[in-house]
Nanobody
Framework: QVQLVESGGGLVQPGGSLRLSCAAS????????MKWYRQAPGKERELVAW????????NYDGAVKGRFTISRDDAKKTMYLQMNSLKPEDTAVYYC?????????????WGQGTQVTVAS
């Protein structure tokens, strides 16, 4: 059974830090691109950060570049998002996503999300 379980969310003051984790099971984690998305109230889900298999490449949305760091530990089948210098506009539900490219399309899995609230 495939599972992606996010953890590490919570309430933090502006300027603070949080580290999100996404624990995977039920699929070959190391072969998948892993992504963090977020969705704020009333807004569409947006891609925040992306890491390729073996961490050969990382990519970030411009709004978080320089503040967030995505990483993965294939031995632990876990992806992380270190979030520093948090701003109120970072408030959202954060989701992890695993994507595997097939010949015709993709196979992807989603977690249930973890709430991040940045407020004083």
């Amino acid at each position: 059974q495939v599972q992606l379980v996010e953890s590490g969310g919570g309430l933090v003051q502006p300027g603070g830090s949080l580290r999100l984790s996404c624990a995977a099971s039920g699929f070959t984690f190391r072969d998948y691109d892993m992504k963090w998305y977020r969705q704020a109230p009333g807004k569409e889900r947006e891609l925040v950060a992306w890491i390729t298999p073996a961490a050969t490449s990382t990519n970030y949305d411009g709004a978080v570049k320089g503040r967030f760091t995505i990483s993965r530990d294939d031995a632990k089948k876990t992806m992380y998002l270190q979030m520093n210098s948090l701003k109120p506009e970072d408030t959202a539900v954060y989701y992890c996503n695993a994507v595997f490219s097939l010949r015709f399309g993709t196979r992807d899995y989603w977690g249930q999300g973890t709430q991040v609230t940045v407020a004083s």
